[in-house]
């Protein structure tokens, strides 16, 4: 009989019962995990790595096209182009850095994300339209069709980053 008292759940004392409670003013705000912050938080993961491919392809063209410029891979000797070298690896430096401030959900996170989403979008549009007008005087071999398709996939990811940063700048409330 006296096992039965002494287990009995209305005799236990819980702790959470006997602390100390805070002023109302002072309490903790409770967080709340939204389903919209948790998308957020699954789509973060996903852009993150766009955005470091894309940095790693932007380095890749931007080697190319200052080896080109340089005349080390040039046969015809033109003569040195730094603004395709300057304009992808500053492209490549901004999505490098808009993916790691995201990896590590940084503070101020938003506009890094929005401006390495306007520039793909700018230099791939740009760059698609360098590929077309150098084939108006005959047909597109299959290493400027890659290319288009590379530069649309990459425009398609600028436009992504541009809508989650505006997305990510209003909050987990939407407004």
């Not at 808009?98 to 793909?120: D, K």
């Amino acid at each position: 009989m006296a096992s039965t008292a002494h287990n009995d759940p209305s005799k236990l004392i819980r702790l959470s019962d006997h602390r100390r409670r805070l002023p109302g003013s002072l309490r903790r705000p409770t967080t709340r995990v939204t389903d919209r912050s948790r998308g957020l938080h699954g789509e973060a993961s996903w852009l993150t790595g766009a955005l470091l491919m894309t940095a790693a392809g932007g380095v890749t063209v931007g080697l190319l096209a200052g080896f080109t410029g340089l005349g080390l891979a040039n046969p015809r000797g033109e003569g040195v182009a730094l603004a395709p070298l300057l304009s992808h690896l500053l492209q490549a430096g901004v999505s490098f850095t808009a993916g790691w401030r995201l990896r590590h959900m940084a503070p101020a996170t938003a506009p890094w994300i929005g401006v390495a989403g306007g520039s793909l979008v700018t230099l791939a549009l740009s760059d698609i339209g360098q590929l077309t007008t150098g084939a108006a005087a005959g047909p597109l071999d299959g290493t400027s069709r890659l290319g288009i398709f590379a530069l649309g996939v990459a425009a398609g990811i600028g436009v992504w980053a541009a809508s989650f940063a505006l997305r990510l700048s209003r909050g987990p409330d939407g407004h």
